[in-house]
């Protein structure tokens, strides 16, 4: 009788190697998106590394060429290039004065906007690109469990 | 042998192995935590795993008010080699050497140092390098990967060779309004901060916060770089066309005269404003290490600010004020010049040592009388006489924002150094030293309805992105706006009676010449002397006022001769370039 009920010894290896298969490739699984999802943070990481130094670097080149625009707009090489053009300083017999109604002059420089109420500031990179995948689950978790805590 | 010793010897074997382990287990764990490998797994944290920087903000802009860039910052690189990663020495040493002129030796030890000693330091061997040769080294990478690979040996390569860009300090105008600016002593990379004029000053706002950031080499571990502002930029009262042209008028009148130094200071009496400020020796602030040559010591970097003198003659337009506002004495009030007046028991003289006879107050001051002017003192009396001066800010700082500025305190009755004769000769700008802006800054409250505004240079700044205008601020109103157009009227009356050298066609003008004696070791004894001239206009709608001061000019002794002809230069140039039509034509224009 207790022959009829017991499985053939080759029957539980299967099963046994089956189960173990089955744990592998789950194991295999995970191990692979999580070693995908780790290279595709790296690889972002590298390329945000790689932009902040670009980043840095226009900078440098903003204020660069800021400052050459101003020694080819300097008054000493205005005045040549004036001078080379056949312009010369005007005198106050050259100045004929006009009234246009409405004008009022000019004015100094605006060269950025006024004061305005604080803007909270807000990073650039999303919590998702500074998470491993393990805190991912375990914030999904925790939030999860936050969310039925609050309904009991 | 029974089978239990033969367990037994297992039992041994095994309790031995089991021991070991343990022991082993134990000293691992003990080395694992003990001071030294803590120690060495946060050097290899600190080496490999992250990277320490300090981020030095970009030093903030300096504009004139029209937005023109007077000071800004220029790209330049530091120019190093990476021993492990040479390829090729020699290709490093001959192109760095004639690149960048240094020693050939020098970096062919640098490049040889990983192969021969091991070296994997990082060695510097330039900085401050220009674009223009990090362009030369760009050229010769492309074109040595171009040449076909040699059969033998290494082909001539720069790997190993690095170029980080960084920001130094640079002043488009050069030497344009170098005395306001000051200078960044921009080779220090580590401590450098700003020295004399604005950069002085507001080193603070325009330096920025450096920040201290750590970044994980962990590139799944990547943080976001903070956020550096860069410092904040400054936008100026100063009009860079008007101090160009006081500039060059400067220049001018130093050779004419042969002045050891002359300066030009151009307000707007209504908001304190400073449109130029002009004076010498001129300085190039990107060549800055020339500064000991150009200032020797006890020479001053902006005499505007910094040097005090007397003024001589000037001065009696603050006592003549302070007269008329207490009442004391009224434009027309008589006056009998009998060309000597004694105060406190010695005697004082007109300039030219002549008796002018009978004269009312605009006389006193058409004529510049010395003994008119002591009598006005006298008659104001001391305690006035020095209230008046110290509300005019004779001997208080005057509030510029520029650093450097000097003060001389005015002896007043009570103080060890005071003597009766002092209220005489004080009245007309003797034993009394003021600086060319405080100078400026009393008298503007002449052309300002009595107002006395604080002078400044910095019209705005940005800061994070936005602009903050600064408001002229008041000081104090020192004269009844009253007094203030009787002055100005006076003196407008007195430079056309004159018809002095200051007048400019068209406009009307109010002003005063000064011609101050330097003292000396022996007293009042030398010829030299100190000529000014204050003047502002239109008088109706003063929308300037100009100080001029020529130091020890050779060519005459006289204020009148010398600095109204400057001021009268000046005048022109700055109703051309701000546009101000003559009287007649702004009047048409008032009243259609």
């Not at chain 2, 192995?17 to 935590?33: A, D, E, P, T, W």
Request: contains cysteine.
């Amino acid at each position: 009788m207790i022959q009829a009920y017991r499985q053939a010894p080759w029957r539980v290896q299967l099963q046994w190697i089956g189960a173990f298969l089955l744990i592998l490739v789950t194991v295999m699984l995970i191990a692979g998106v999580y070693l995908f999802v780790s290279a595709q943070a790296a690889s972002a990481g590298t390329r945000i590394q790689r932009l902040e130094l670009q980043r840095e670097n226009l900078n440098i080149q903003i204020a660069d060429l800021r400052t050459q625009n101003a020694l080819h707009n300097s008054s000493l090489i205005m005045g040549e290039r004036a001078e080379e053009m056949g312009f010369r300083p005007a005198t106050q017999t050259d100045i004929v004065y006009i009234q246009v109604p409405g004008y009022i002059g000019r004015s100094i420089a605006f060269l950025a906007p006024p004061p305005s109420p604080p803007v909270r500031p807000t990073g650039l990179l999303k919590p998702a690109f500074q998470q491993s995948l393990w805190e991912w689950l375990y914030q999904g978790v925790f939030q999860l469990s936050e969310i039925q805590g609050g309904r009991q | 042998m029974t089978p239990s010793s033969g367990i037994w010897r297992l039992y041994l074997i095994g309790g031995i192995f089991l021991v070991l382990s343990m022991l082993i287990i134990g000293q691992m764990i003990r080395i694992q935590n003990s001071e030294h490998a803590r120690e060495l797994t946060d050097y290899f944290a600190n080496t490999y795993n992250q990277q320490v920087r300090v981020i030095s903000p970009e030093r903030g802009n300096i504009y004139d008010r029209w937005g023109n860039l007077l000071a800004g910052n220029i790209e330049v690189y530091e120019v190093g080699i990476s021993p492990p990663q040479v390829i090729n020495s020699e290709t490093i040493a001959r192109d760095l050497s004639s690149v960048l002129e240094v020693d050939y030796e020098d970096i062919l030890k640098a490049a040889q140092s990983y192969v021969r000693e091991g070296n994997e330091q990082y060695f510097v061997v330039k900085d401050f390098v220009p674009s223009e040769k990090i362009q030369q080294l760009e050229e010769k990478i492309i074109e040595y990967k171009e040449m076909p690979r040699p059969n033998r040996g290494q082909p001539p390569s720069l790997v190993g060779v690095h170029w980080v860009p960084h920001l130094i300090r640079s002043y488009p105008e050069n030497s344009l309004a170098a005395n306001i600016l000051g200078f960044f002593n921009f080779f220090d990379r580590q401590a450098g901060r700003g020295f004399f004029g604005l950069e002085e000053q507001y080193n603070y706002l325009l330096a920025g916060a450096k920040q201290r950031i750590v970044i994980p080499m962990n590139p799944t571990a990547i943080q976001e770089f903070p956020e550096v502002p860069p410092g904040s930029s400054l936008i100026l009262t100063i009009d860079r066309e008007i101090q160009a042209a006081m500039e060059a008028i400067v220049d001018q009148t130093i050779e004419e005269s042969g002045s050891e130094s002359v300066t030009i200071v151009v307000m707007d009496p209504e908001t304190g404003e400073i449109l130029a400020m002009a004076t010498n020796p001129h300085f190039n602030p990107n060549e800055y290490n020339t500064y000991t040559e150009i200032f020797p010591p006890g020479s001053h970097f902006n005499r505007a600010v910094s040097q005090l003198y007397e003024p001589g003659s000037v001065f009696k337009v603050f006592t003549m004020a302070a007269a008329i506002d207490a009442g004391v004495v009224q434009a027309d009030t008589p006056f009998l010049d009998t060309g000597a007046i004694e105060v406190g028991g010695i005697w004082i003289y007109n300039w030219d040592r002549g008796a002018w006879g009978p004269q009312d107050m605009t006389g006193c001051m058409q004529h510049s009388l010395n003994v008119c002017l002591a009598w006005v003192a006298k008659e104001l009396g001391p305690t006035q006489f020095y209230q008046y001066l110290q509300n005019f800010g004779i001997g208080r700082f005057s509030g510029i924002d520029l650093a450097g500025e000097q003060v001389y305190p005015v002896s007043q009755p009570g103080d060890p150094t005071w003597y009766p004769i002092n209220l005489g000769t004080n009245s007309f700008g003797q034993g009394v030293a003021a600086t060319p802006i405080q100078m400026i800054s009393g008298v503007a409250a002449l052309a300002n309805d009595g107002r006395m505004m604080t002078p400044h240079v910095v019209r705005a700044y940005i800061q994070d992105g936005q602009q903050y205008n600064v408001q002229p601020r008041v000081l104090r109103q020192v004269l009844k706006p009253e007094t203030a157009e009787i002055m100005t009227e006076m003196l407008a009356y007195a430079l056309e009676e004159e018809a002095s050298s200051a007048l400019v066609e068209g406009y009307r003008f109010a002003g005063k010449t000064g011609t101050g004696q330097i003292p000396g070791p022996g007293g009042y004894t030398s010829s030299l002397t100190n000529a000014s001239f204050v003047g502002w206009g239109p008088v109706d709608d003063p929308k300037f006022i100009i100080y001029v001061w020529l130091e020890k000019p050779q060519t005459s002794q006289w204020g009148s001769v010398v600095a109204a002809p400057v001021f009268q230069k000046a005048a022109s140039e700055l109703v051309v370039l701000m546009k101000l039509p003559p009287d007649e034509i702004r009047r048409q224009f008032a009243n259609p």
